[in-house]
């Protein structure tokens, strides 16, 4: 897994077409990851995790991410990486900051080239963009959307998510 603000490629690698998974609120609908990978494993596409970090304006952009946010967005973007690799797919996964999640997808499109972006749609109970932020991709893309907001009938999945993180306790001294 990558951080994009390490190093900045541009375009494809490999010559492979990149596929786009952007999520935000430490979750992943597996009915969308699993649409990824059915459409990542027919075009031999690179499967590409994205988590959405916001960051508050009190911090700087590159602030170092605390410890909590990584012990969320790491689980399920070892999930996701699994998942791929148990379905034969390529996967490079990032975690990408921004003051919003939009400002966060908009650095993603700068850097790199993908051929398509696959966004869910939020259903009750489950997580997904917000419906301006999904016109506002749909106007804005500088690649192929896919937006998939799974039917009723496929609510027997629940989200992938991190296990909670623990609270922090004050360290104990022997006395």
Known sequence: ???????????????????????????????????AL??????EAVLVP???????????????VQ??????AMPILEAVELAARRAGVPVDARIERG??????????WAAEGFDRTVVPAPRPGHPGFAPNDLAWMLTHAPNEMLIL?????????????????????PETRPS
């Not at 410890?67 to 969320?72: A, K, P, S």
């Not at 609510?155 to 991190?162: D, L, M």
């Open 149 to 169: 907001r799974p039917g009723p009938d496929n609510g027997a999945t629940e989200p992938i998510e991190p296990p909670p993180v623990p609270a922090r306790t």
């Open 50 to 64: 994205a988590y959405l970090l916001v960051v508050p304006l009190e911090f700087s952009i590159d602030a170092p």
């Open 99 to 108: 003051r919003t999640p939009i400002d966060a997808l908009q650095r993603l």
């Open 67 to 72: 410890h909590d946010e990584l012990q969320r």
């Open 38 to 43: 059915r459409i990542a494993r027919v075009e």
């Open 1 to 35: 897994m990558r951080g994009r603000s390490r190093r900045r490629p541009s375009g494809r690698r490999e010559g492979r077409p990149r596929l786009l998974v952007p999520f935000t609120a430490m979750q992943l609908d597996p009915t969308v990851l699993d649409a």
